[in-house]
């Protein structure tokens, strides 16, 4: 299963393919449909205390179990594992985008899209104050 970051990967990816496949045919790549799922996908990978306007609203929001406050961010794969690495560049792929092309979004959008980079930046912030390699590898795979 695609984990959340490599999910932004594929998307950068098809994304760039779609272009370069739409000037060959006659299809038209919806990119506003595609940067809405893709949010919408970020919001079901959610860790810690979910806020109110969470439009995926199947699952509860994460326990703190650990010493260390290091709830937010985003799951990787659908367990509870986070892969810090990847999620920075998934963010970084996010954000260039948002300044890229966040002017053609609807406020709306461009909003949700800032709340997303905003979730992901504040979790990778608390990680810069704690020890590596917090957690339990195989406990965290096995939710």
Request: overall charge positive; aromatic content about 10%.
């Amino acid at each position: 299963m695609a984990s959340p970051t490599d999910a932004g990967a594929i998307l950068l990816l098809w994304l760039l393919v779609c272009k370069s496949s739409a000037s060959v045919g006659n299809s038209r790549p919806n990119y506003r449909d595609a940067l809405g799922k893709s949010i919408m996908f970020f919001q079901g990978q959610r860790s810690g205390r979910l806020p109110r306007g969470q439009l995926i609203t199947w699952h509860a929001p994460t326990r703190r179990s650990m010493m260390v406050n290091l709830t937010g961010g985003y799951y990787d794969a659908g367990d509870n594992a986070k892969f810090n690495f990847l999620m920075a560049f998934t963010t970084t792929m996010l954000s260039w985008s948002a300044l890229e092309f966040g002017g053609k979004m609807k406020p709306q959008k461009l909003n949700s899209t800032r709340i997303t980079i905003h979730w992901a930046t504040d979790y990778l912030l608390k990680c810069s104050n704690s020890k590596p390699g917090v957690g339990d590898p195989n406990a965290d795979h096995h939710c």
